[in-house]
Every structure is written in C-alpha cells, then in structure tokens.
C-alpha cells in the first residue's frame, strides 16, 4: 500500500520560499509520475506541477518559474520548491502519486502579506 507523507509547510512572508517535501512508502517513485496540488478554503483543489517517470515537468501558469518539482530516488522522495510566493499561494499542498491515484495527508502553506 503506497503511503505518502507531506512535510515543510508553515507561514512565511510574501517573497519567501519554503521546500515541501513527500516522502514515499510501499512503491518506488523512480519509474512513475508523481505530483503537487494545492486546495485554498473555498476552492477546488488544483494542480500545482508534475513530474514524469522520465524527469519532465510540467507547472501551472499561476506558478511557472517560481515553483520548481524535483525527485530524489534514493530517498523516494518528490520535492516542491517554492520561492518569491505570494498570498494568493496559501492553501493545503497535497502529494499525489498517479499509478495508484494515493493522496498525501497535506501540509498547509500560509503566506502573509
């Protein structure tokens, strides 16, 4: 059974970073797809960025060339780098691991203004 476990989440200023982390059990990430979403009170849960078996990524536009997705195989973990955020950045950001269609718990990310 695949487990996904979030971590680095907190408050941090408007033009601050944070590094959310997903550390995965019961599977190996290397040879599959993996990513991020986010759900803000109130709204849908939506897709932050992805990153294939083969390395390729992909970002929604809200957060192309601030976000970055990257993978460690030999920690079985997925990354999310977030720098220069924004308000509009806070919500619950989950983990999502396609071949199985597994959820993370979510670890929230505030931004104050």
């Known amino acids: 059974q695949v487990q996904l476990v979030e971590s680095g989440g907190g408050l941090v200023q408007a033009g601050g970073s944070l590094r959310l982390s997903c550390s995965a059990s019961?599977?190996?990430?290397?040879?599959?797809?993996m990513g991020w979403y986010r759900q803000a009170p109130g709204k849908q849960r939506e897709l932050v960025a992805v990153?294939?078996?083969?390395?390729?990524?992909n970002y929604a536009d809200s957060v192309k060339g601030r976000f970055t997705i990257s993978r460690d195989n030999a920690k079985n973990t997925v990354y999310l780098q977030m720098d220069s955020l924004k308000p509009e950045d806070t919500a619950v950001y989950y983990c999502y691991f396609m071949r199985t269609n597994s959820w993370g718990q979510g670890t929230q990310v505030t931004v104050s203004s």
């Open positions: 019961g599977t190996l990430i290397s040879m599959n797809g």
């Open positions: 990153i294939t078996s083969g390395g390729s990524t």
